[in-house]
Every structure is written in C-alpha cells, then in structure tokens.
C-alpha cells in the first residue's frame, strides 16, 4: 500500500544516509532496480504494471504526490501503465467530493491512468474469494467482541490464544457468513477472520479480521451491501484482479506483505508483488489525514485548500506549480529507510523553477504606505515607463507601467538616520526609482505626533532608465508604485503552519505547536497591470520585487485583487531558527 491509505503518527527519526537515497544522476533506485531486473527476465510478460490506490476519505496531500510521481513516472520509465484505483472499502468515512479532488490533483500534476477502477468494483468477487478460504478452512465466523479479538491476539512476545469459534464446520461458516451478507446481524455481531496462526511472531499473521459489518450506505454501491472487505483482504485481491505487476507501499506495511502473499498463495491468484518504500515525512508539516481532518473540521484552517495545509489543493492554491513537485519528488528519491526531508527542499524547487518563469511586479505591501512627492515634476504630467519583465528571460518581453509626480514606497525604503551601507533612501540621498528616474530626498513630512507621513524629493530629468545621460551614479534602486494608478489589494502573507520542526516527535497536542503567525493579512498597493489578472481570474505567479513570489487568490474580486505569499524570496525562516 502506498502512502495515500493509512497514517501513522509515530515519531520519524532522521537516520536514512545518503547512499540509501535515490540518486538522480543516472543511478536507479532500489525500485527501478527491481523492475528492470523483472523486466529482464521476462517476469509477468516482460510488463510493468502500476497502481494508485487513494482511500477517498480526504483530500491528498505532498506524501501522496510522492507515490503518484513514483507509480506513474515508473509506468512512463518502462513503457508500462497505471491504474487509478480508489480503495472505497470503508462506507462510513468516503465521500464523492474526495474522489473529485483526487482525480483533478492528479490530473494536475501532468498525469493520467489507463484505468479508472474503484476496490467497490470488485466486492462480487472478493467475497467469492472469502467463501474459497472458508470452503478450504481458512477463514471462520468469529462472534467475539473487538476487544476479545484484541486479547485473544496476544503480545509481541507473547502467542495468542485460539478462538472458541475458530473449529466451527465449513457449512456453519458459510451459513453465518452468508446470513452477515443478507443483513442479519448489527454492526459488531460478528467477523469473518482468516484462519492463519495464533503463534506467529508477525502479529498480522494472527487470525485477521476480513470482513467486517458495516450498515452504512456506500457512495457507489448505496445499500445493496452490509458487510465489507478490510484493507488487508481486499487490496491484495484488488491487485490481482488488476493483474499489478508491482504493489508500491510504505514502510509500515512491510509486516503485511507476508499476509499479502498467504492470501495469494491460499486463493491461487495472480502473484502481484509488493515492494515498501519510505514514506515522505516533511519537516513544520504534519502528513496524518486524520490530524488534516480535523484541522478543517475544527477551523483551525480555511479548508482542505487552505494555502498552509500540506494537501495538493493548498499548495496549488498557494501558487505552487506540478513541475516543481515533480522536482522535489525527484530530488529526494526513494529510500529504503523512513527519513525527514527539509521542507526547504520542497521551497527551493519551487524558487527554482519560478524565478526563471515569473514576471517581476512592483507591490508595497504597507499598510500605510510612505508617499513621496516628485516637486520639480510638472503637475498633472504622466509617463509610461517601459519595464521589463523577467531578467531571467529574454523574451518575456516589457510591460507598460505608468508613473506620476506622487508615487508610494514601502516605509522600509526610507530611514532618517541610516546605518553604514544602507543603500536606500534617507536625507539628502539619492536612489533610482526602478524602471524611472534618479530621485533626492530633500525634505521630510511629519504630522503633529511626530510620525514621517510624505517625503518631498527632486528628480534628475536626464536620468531616465534606457536613456539615462546624467553621468549619476546611485547605489541602491527601490520599487514603486503611482498613486493616481495604483491597485489596493489584500495579501496574504503564508508561513509554515507549525511552529517546532517535527511535531510527529513532539509529545504535546499538536494543535498546541500550530504557528500563531503562520498567517498575516496586510493591505497592498500594486501597479495596475495585476488588474487585468483579477478581471479574468487568471492566477499566474507572479514576483513582487524583492518582496517574494505570489499568485492571485480565487477570493478576488474585480474591484480587489487577493494575492497569497507563495514563497519568499529566501529562506528567511532558515535564517531565523540560526539566530535563535
């Protein structure tokens, strides 16, 4: 089973060297090792077939685009194909809303499945299956309690203890398994168990529930079913109806494989092998679906796609792009041993690719922007400055930005008293206002109370970007934005959602280690050509200068663009745990 069914929550040590990693310079990994030595030796045809068995319970979230890059980027690899196959064995938690946002995130992320299949597709023939193990002996009618079950199981050293109604007859089982079937007994009355042994060191092994009574109504198959197929009985079963060449899972369920392979072995049915790989454990995130879930049940987030949750519908809305979660997959490879990945390997992919991609935009993100006044700029007078848009690339062409005689900065722009090497603007210094003029402060604007409201600055005429002949030389230029033009916007500031670095390994609730400032909202003031972007819904990313990267939010209006903080433009949290 891949990382998409079932979450743990037990602490993830860091212990995974770097020769157990997958290389990307050439080397296989331990998977394509094992698959191009099947595919040598003319194992299942010569074929590779994959599968992705999401549980639609909840949206996907990072871990789960590791296990989508893995099993369809193998199937691309080795000319093989990928099954889409939603593990529906559990009415009570699923939900079609689930089932939509897994396509579309996979979908999303550039991959398609040759089949779309559903565990509930197969419910006829597994308990079909479920009758052969009772006609052979294998299986039995348990009537007891769950927490006899638990008892009878045993301990880790210590062997469990046989059911009473483990000798039941063949005809009896069949009878009472039957009669579960049609409905004749309430939920937790009774099991159907697989007869395995009671004595094995590998607690799956002893006697497994299979089956199990469920009076709930099945998003796909409504009320013609009461009872249902654990995970365990029915993934394996599913895999070899598929005919899965190779099962991809995660660690924890390395203790199932043996119980995998018994079934296979007792019921005679296609050999489908199971191979378990690290799960992705990142660092600030949690990756339970149970903890998710209760996160947008309790709103402690604005929903499954809130821009701080790890799931694919966050970070697409955060503004992160498929390629550059493909590249992260891709750099960390696939180990043998459980591991914790930097969540700032996941946000350099994403500079990466966004800092060759994104046009550059002026924004000030202040509340109460600092205005500065142009005094020997004639009044009234307007210019179009031609401005390029990336740096990075040459054929993203320029973009028309307007400019007048008052213009806002960011308040950080100016200091009265500056330090050695502060490059901006102070008192009788001189900067370049981007893509503009050269500008002198020359007087400062305060109100009664002291506070700085408007700075009043001369600019050099012959200075202008393009064609500057003034022979000036400035050391620092600083973004602007003109006041008659400029857009208020709201922006999001996004930061990680937890406060300590592993909060799987914290023994504290983990709500307590949510991050109190994991969301700022701050009033902007951007150039007019983002105005277009929120009249057409168009969500690009974009870079606001020496701000970060964001991207429009579906909450804008027309009249108010809303941008979310991608990423900053570098670590700055990094930066910050090192002073701390």
């Keep these: 089973m891949t990382e998409v069914t079932k979450d743990s929550d037990e602490p993830i040590p860091d212990s995974t060297s770097s020769a157990d990693r997958s290389n990307t310079g050439g080397s296989l990994n331990f998977i394509e090792q094992i698959v ?17 068995p999401p549980e639609p319970n909840g949206y996907l979230h990072i871990g789960h685009a590791k296990s989508i890059c893995l099993n369809f980027g193998l199937a691309d690899k080795y000319g093989g194909q990928t099954n889409l ?78 059911s009473q109604y483990r000798d039941r007859s063949v005809d009896e ?50 009320d013609t079913w009461c009872i249902y197929p654990m995970y365990d009985f029915a993934h394996g079963q599913s895999d070899a109806i598929e005919h899965i060449t190779h099962s991809l899972c995660t660690l924890e369920f390395e203790v199932h494989r043996p119980l995998y392979e018994w079934f296979i072995e007792k019921l005679t049915i296609f050999p489908s092998r199971q191979i378990e790989f690290a799960r992705l454990n990142l660092t600030y995130t949690v990756m339970s679906k149970r903890k998710l879930k209760q996160l947008v049940e309790e709103g402690h987030v604005n929903g499954w796609d809130d821009p701080r949750m790890p799931t694919i519908a966050g970070l697409r809305r955060r503004g992160y792009t498929p390629a550059s979660i493909r590249e992260f997959a891709d750099r960390i490879g696939i180990a043998k041993r459980d591991n914790l990945i930097d ?3 996941l946000e350099f992919c994403l500079r990466e690719e966004l800092n060759k991609s994104t046009h550059r935009v002026m924004a000030v993100l ?21 401005i390029e848009n990336n740096p990075e690339d040459h054929e993203a062409g320029e973009r028309d930005v307007p400019f007048s005689r008052e213009v806002y900065i960011e ?38 109370a002291g506070e700085i409201i408007e700075l009043r600055c001369s600019y050099i005429p012959e200075s202008r970007s393009g064609s500057d002949t003034s022979g000036i030389n400035v050391k ?65 990313n974009v870079q606001f200068m020496r701000k970060g990267y964001f991207i429009l939010d579906q909450d804008s209006t027309t009249d108010r663009p809303v941008f979310n903080r991608t990423v900053t ?9 090192k002073k701390g």
């Design 173 to 222: 089982n069949l009878d009472l398994f039957r009669r579960m079937k049609a409905g004749d007994y309430p939920d937790g009355a009774k099991v159907l168990r697989a007869k395995v042994d009671m004595a094995s060191p590998n607690m799956q092994l002893r006697d497994p529930i299979i089956y199990r009574i469920k009076h709930a109504h099945h998003h796909r198959t409504g």
């Design 366 to 386: 202040d509340e109460k922007p600092l205005k500065l006044v142009i005094t020997n700029y004639e009044v009234g007078h307007e210019e179009i400055m031609r």
């Design 343 to 345: 969540v700032g390997l």
């Design 476 to 540: 620092g230029t600083i973004h602007w934005v003109s006041v008659p033009h400029a857009v208020e916007a709201e922006v999001r500031l996004y930061d990680r959602l937890f406060s300590v670095e592993n909060p799987a390994a914290d023994e504290r609730d983990f709500k307590e280690l949510l991050n109190p400032t994991s969301l700022a909202v701050v009033r902007a003031f951007v150039e007019p050509s983002l105005i277009e972007s929120a009249r057409t819904g168009s969500s690009t």
């Design 85 to 162: 196959r939603f593990d529906d064995t559990n009415p009570v938690t699923e939900d079609t809303e689930y089932v939509d946002s897994i396509k579309n995130d996979v979908h999303w992320l550039g991959f398609d499945w040759e089949n779309e299949f559903y565990a509930s597709d197969y419910f006829d023939q597994i308990y079909q299956f479920a009758e052969t193990l009772i006609h052979k002996g294998l299986a039995y009618v348990d009537d007891s309690t769950s927490e006899e079950i638990a008892a009878q199981k045993g301990t880790p050293t210590e062997p469990g203890r046989m």
């Design 569 to 577: 433009l570098k670590d700055a949290w990094a930066k910050e745990l």
């Design 411 to 448: 308040r950080d722009d100016f200091m009265e008293i500056p330090p050695k090497k502060f490059f901006r603007l102070f008192p009788g210094g001189m900067v370049r206002l981007k893509g503009a003029y050269i500008i002198k402060c020359d007087e400062v604007v305060k109100d009664n």
């Design 36 to 52: 191009e030595d099947d595919l040598a030796s003319g194992k299942n045809g010569g074929r590779i077939h994959t599968r992705f």
